[in-house]
Protein backbone atom coordinates (compact mmCIF):
# COMPACT_ATOMS: atom_id res chain seq x y z
CA UNK A 1 0.00 0.00 0.00
CA UNK A 2 1.67 3.21 -1.16
CA UNK A 3 1.25 6.35 1.31
CA UNK A 4 0.61 9.33 -0.87
CA UNK A 5 1.00 12.89 0.49
CA UNK A 6 0.54 16.19 -1.46
CA UNK A 7 0.82 19.22 -1.28
CA UNK A 8 1.17 22.77 -3.05
CA UNK A 9 -2.50 24.08 -2.15
CA UNK A 10 -3.39 27.62 -1.12
CA UNK A 11 -4.85 30.61 -2.19
CA UNK A 12 -4.70 32.23 -5.52
CA UNK A 13 -6.80 34.87 -7.73
CA UNK A 14 -8.57 33.73 -10.58
CA UNK A 15 -6.00 33.62 -13.64
CA UNK A 16 -3.50 32.69 -11.29
CA UNK A 17 -1.12 29.70 -11.32
CA UNK A 18 -0.64 26.62 -8.90
CA UNK A 19 1.87 23.65 -8.64
CA UNK A 20 0.37 20.35 -7.03
CA UNK A 21 3.15 17.85 -5.81
CA UNK A 22 2.47 14.12 -4.54
CA UNK A 23 4.93 12.78 -3.05
CA UNK A 24 4.72 8.59 -2.74
CA UNK A 25 6.64 6.54 -0.03
CA UNK A 26 7.10 3.73 -3.09
CA UNK A 27 9.08 4.23 -6.48
CA UNK A 28 6.23 6.03 -8.50
CA UNK A 29 7.55 3.37 -11.30
CA UNK A 30 6.11 0.69 -9.81
CA UNK A 31 2.51 2.46 -9.70
CA UNK A 32 1.11 2.05 -12.81
CA UNK A 33 -0.86 5.09 -13.37
CA UNK A 34 -1.07 8.35 -10.99
CA UNK A 35 -3.82 10.47 -11.26
CA UNK A 36 -5.60 13.90 -9.42
CA UNK A 37 -9.02 13.78 -8.51
CA UNK A 38 -10.68 17.13 -7.23
CA UNK A 39 -13.51 17.63 -4.91
CA UNK A 40 -15.45 20.73 -4.14
CA UNK A 41 -18.41 21.11 -1.10
CA UNK A 42 -21.25 19.20 -2.03
CA UNK A 43 -20.00 17.54 -5.28
CA UNK A 44 -18.79 13.72 -6.50
CA UNK A 45 -14.93 13.88 -7.14
CA UNK A 46 -14.50 14.43 -9.95
CA UNK A 47 -11.46 13.43 -12.67
CA UNK A 48 -9.01 15.77 -13.61
CA UNK A 49 -5.79 14.42 -15.04
CA UNK A 50 -3.92 11.23 -15.06
CA UNK A 51 -0.13 10.02 -16.43
CA UNK A 52 1.10 6.60 -16.53
CA UNK A 53 4.36 5.50 -15.41
CA UNK A 54 6.59 6.51 -17.89
CA UNK A 55 5.10 9.41 -18.37
CA UNK A 56 4.43 9.21 -22.16
CA UNK A 57 0.60 8.85 -21.90
CA UNK A 58 -1.59 11.09 -20.29
CA UNK A 59 -5.42 11.99 -19.74
CA UNK A 60 -6.86 15.09 -18.51
CA UNK A 61 -10.92 16.33 -18.50
CA UNK A 62 -11.63 18.56 -20.96
CA UNK A 63 -12.27 21.49 -18.90
CA UNK A 64 -8.44 21.63 -17.57
CA UNK A 65 -7.07 20.41 -21.39
CA UNK A 66 -4.53 22.98 -22.26
CA UNK A 67 -4.30 25.05 -18.56
CA UNK A 68 -3.16 22.19 -16.37
CA UNK A 69 -0.24 19.77 -17.07
CA UNK A 70 0.71 16.50 -14.89
CA UNK A 71 4.04 15.21 -14.99
CA UNK A 72 6.06 12.77 -13.19
CA UNK A 73 9.93 12.35 -11.61
CA UNK A 74 9.84 8.55 -11.12
CA UNK A 75 13.74 9.78 -9.89
CA UNK A 76 11.94 11.62 -6.81
CA UNK A 77 8.97 9.27 -6.40
CA UNK A 78 6.80 12.39 -7.19
CA UNK A 79 4.06 13.64 -9.71
CA UNK A 80 3.56 17.60 -10.11
CA UNK A 81 -0.06 18.62 -11.80
CA UNK A 82 1.19 22.54 -12.95
CA UNK A 83 -2.24 24.40 -13.18
CA UNK A 84 -2.56 27.65 -15.26
CA UNK A 85 -5.25 30.38 -15.49
CA UNK A 86 -7.06 29.35 -12.25
CA UNK A 87 -11.19 29.72 -12.54
CA UNK A 88 -12.83 30.59 -9.16
CA UNK A 89 -15.28 27.46 -9.60
CA UNK A 90 -11.83 25.40 -9.47
CA UNK A 91 -11.85 25.49 -5.75
CA UNK A 92 -11.79 22.25 -4.44
CA UNK A 93 -10.07 19.69 -2.72
CA UNK A 94 -7.20 18.23 -4.66
CA UNK A 95 -6.57 14.57 -4.02
CA UNK A 96 -3.48 12.25 -5.84
CA UNK A 97 -4.55 8.75 -6.50
CA UNK A 98 -2.58 5.70 -7.43
CA UNK A 99 -3.96 2.71 -9.41
CA UNK A 100 -1.35 -0.80 -9.04
CA UNK A 101 -3.09 -2.92 -11.29
CA UNK A 102 -3.90 -2.38 -15.43
CA UNK A 103 -7.47 -0.86 -15.78
CA UNK A 104 -9.82 -0.55 -18.62
CA UNK A 105 -10.18 3.25 -17.43
CA UNK A 106 -8.23 5.62 -15.81
CA UNK A 107 -10.65 8.13 -15.27
CA UNK A 108 -13.01 6.93 -12.98
CA UNK A 109 -12.11 7.21 -9.05
CA UNK A 110 -12.67 3.28 -8.51
CA UNK A 111 -9.87 2.50 -11.06
CA UNK A 112 -7.34 4.08 -8.12
CA UNK A 113 -6.33 1.79 -4.93
CA UNK A 114 -4.25 4.28 -3.08
CA UNK A 115 -5.44 7.79 -2.34
CA UNK A 116 -3.79 10.75 -0.62
CA UNK A 117 -5.50 12.95 1.90
CA UNK A 118 -6.03 16.07 -0.14
CA UNK A 119 -4.90 19.88 -0.37
CA UNK A 120 -7.24 22.58 -0.81
CA UNK A 121 -6.85 24.88 -3.45
CA UNK A 122 -8.90 28.17 -3.45
CA UNK A 123 -9.46 30.60 -6.03
CA UNK A 124 -10.47 34.07 -5.75
CA UNK A 125 -12.15 36.19 -7.76
Known amino acids: QAQLVESGGGLVQAGGSLRLSCTASVRTYDLYVMGWFRQAPGKERGFVAA????????WYADSVNGRFTISRDNAKNTMYLQMNNLEPEEKAVYYCAAATAIRTTFIKASAYDNWGQGTQVTVST
Open 51 to 58: INWSGRST
